[in-house]
């Protein structure tokens, strides 16, 4: 991507603002941690996007009251979050078990008018000349850079026919599937090991019984 855009596209493709495209919007709220609730509302930030995915296992909750009036802050299945702060750039596609949750000031929600085509958009915005863009943009000194609504609208997207879109966007997300369950597998296998650790080190681990010894198990033979 030049500075001017996408330069030399293939026949047949297009380029338009991301703004043309889609509805983007800052986040809600900042939610200190004297708001935090063990169980609530989950309210996403930058640091639970990973491989593109939001991860459950890190968000912090709002509690349901507090929630109650950040409804346009809701999040569908079909959105993208994109870090506006810190790392820029960094984007993740909302799935069904994120319907509901909301997103705080540190990410822009990004909603294709035309749902069908966010599977491409997100691997738009996750390459790395894209994030590279942004990031040029970035205003602010280092560690506090932001990128804002309208900059994220101006973001030239180039577009190939919808039924290619479709075709990348399923390819890469099966791949951001096998990542996220890679890391599923990671995390769990990683708890598990922390518990059999804990059970050893201390001696509570209850041993096995043994089989085929004392009088009730042994044989003899004549």
Same mark, same amino acid.
């Given at each position: ?30 939610l200190?941690?004297?708001d ?26 709002? @509690? ?22 810190g ?31 966010a ?12 994030? @590279? ?20 609208? @101006? ?11 479709? @075709? ?9 599937e ?6 599923e ?38």
């Amino acid at each position: 991507m030049s500075e001017e855009g996408v330069a030399g596209l293939p026949e047949g493709w297009a380029r338009v603002a991301l703004g043309k495209i889609c509805d983007i919007q800052a986040g809600g709220p900042a939610l200190r941690k004297k708001d935090q609730v063990r169980a609530g509302v989950p309210v996403v930030r930058p640091g639970d996007l990973r491989h593109r995915r939001v991860s459950a296992h890190t968000v912090a909750h709002l @509690d349901p009251e507090h929630a109650r009036g950040l409804f346009r802050y809701r999040l569908a299945a079909g959105d993208i979050l994109v870090t506006r702060t810190g790392t820029v750039g960094r984007a993740a596609l909302v799935t069904e078990g994120e319907s509901g949750w909301l997103y705080n000031t540190h990410l822009l929600r990004v909603r294709a008018h035309d749902p069908s085509q966010a599977p491409y958009l997100l691997a738009f915005l996750a390459d790395r000349r894209v994030v @590279d863009w942004l990031e040029r943009r970035a205003a602010g000194t280092t560690g506090m850079r932001s990128v804002g609504v309208r900059t994220l609208k @101006d973001l030239p997207v180039s577009l190939p026919p919808l039924d290619r879109q479709r @075709d990348i966007g399923a390819a890469l997300n099966a791949v951001d599937e096998k990542l996220r369950v890679h890391e599923e597998i990671v995390r769990t296998t990683t708890e598990l090991r922390e518990t059999l650790a804990e059970l050893l080190m201390t001696d509570r681990m209850p041993r096995p019984r043994s089989f085929g010894t004392g009088e009730a198990g042994s044989s003899r033979t004549t």
